[in-house]
């Protein structure tokens, strides 16, 4: 749950109330928006009054499943069609035919909160016969009449801070538990979800120790933190978690944070897992370095009190004078070393920055290296520029497996991956740390100037996917 969402090829709806002894039905997730607007709303309101209202019942439909509100509370299906819990589904119902059109264009946009990942829990009501925080029905139809947009409709309600996502992917969404005990000496992303889980849950639950690297590494601090859970809500205390302990977690966390609420505080881009955890500083050397390089040049083209660092991977005087030069601009001790919270800060900056540009901004320099890293199941507009990339050198080297751009990270995406890893002569792993991100770069860019590698040249150095 703590990554991009993706929307769904189907949902499952319950026709009843949570507890009803009612049938679920699985429709797909176009055709089940459409359903809901032509139950919810009047075809003939203008346009824009109809797109803000099929916007917030996408977003309060994928917050459901994002949160799995329901699956880890027990239930077997995604949503209700119950207007007391819910939006109202008519199975079988007429659609009309503005509505499935408009659904059509946009069944795959959300609101979210800028700088939050989750869908926006996007509360609504009628505005006449019921009120509420969320939006009015009615409300934006006057709005609308005024000539207001559909996002203008739309921040009059939610607030001036959403953004709406456009074009995530679509994909087959199972459950998310990972099919298999997670415990000490388990490594993957999976362990990382637990770890953030958990530790934002000890701040209501302060019995839980705090785990103080979220490395992805089930380690003894992991086991402690998530013994501690078990014993606080009445599960096995093995230290291990399976199915039950996992959906627990899932379910209190959701709770503390509210994210299936208006008021959500968010999975904002700090609790996401970070590439780095220790201090970077003058005379320092590598990939973390480079990033932090990366994003200051970035940075730099908005920000004209930040001066451009040479990206070499070498924390020198130049390096040093851009960090200060970003800590002055940004409110934190200007120490030119970066510590946690430059590193978050010089992330959300960077990818604030990204979100307002299309991957084809950068087409013609580097794109620097995301954060984090990209691992099967990753998805978004960085997934895209790799996908991008990988297609490209794949087209200029039958070594390289051809990759179509889906912006989703699977197994296509995988095998690409590895292919250019054994390509370089380095390990396939089948993820994309820097220094592959930073290999792939240079190759495409290579390869658009006419610089193509042939397979008889050496492997490059030993950086490969970490």
Known sequence: MVGTPFIPETITVHLGTPDSAAENVTVSFADYIKNVASSEIYPTWPENALRANIYAQISYALNRVYTEYYRSQGYDFDITNSTAFDQSFVRNRDIF????????????????????????????????????????????????????TPYEILTNYYGNDIDIVQDAPVQSIDESYPGEVLELGSSDQEVRTIQIQLNRISRDYPLIPKISQINGVFGDETEDAVRAFQGIFNLEQDGRVGKATWYRIKRIFVAVTNLAELNSEGIRIADIPKQFVTEIRPGSQGNPVRVIQYYLSIISI?????????????????????????????????????????????????????????????????????????????????????QERLSYISGQNNAISPVEVTGYFGDQTVAAVNSFLAFEGLPQNGFVGPGAWQLIEEEYLNLRGGEAKTAGQSPGSAVGGE
């Open 97 to 148: 035919e503005n509505i499935s059109r408009i659904v059509d264009e946009i069944f795959n946009d959300y609101i979210r909160r800028q700088g939050f990942i989750e869908p926006l829990f996007a509360a609504f009501c009628d505005g006449r016969e019921v009120t509420c925080d969320g939006l009015s029905q009615w409300g934006s139809v006057a709005l609308a009449n005024q000539g207001r």
């Open 302 to 386: 908005y920000n004209n009190v930040i001066p451009a660092t040479t990206i070499d991977g070498i924390f020198g005087q130049g390096t040093e004078a851009s960090v200060r030069a970003f800590q002055g601009a940004y409110g934190l001790d200007t120490t030119g070393i970066v510590n946690e919270a430059t590193w978050d800060k010089m992330t959300e900056v960077y990818l604030g920055i990204l979100a307002q540009n299309p991957p084809q901004f950068f087409a013609s320099e580097s794109v620097p290296y995301p954060g984090q890293p990209l691992v099967p199941g990753s998805s978004g507009d960085a997934v895209r520029v790799l």
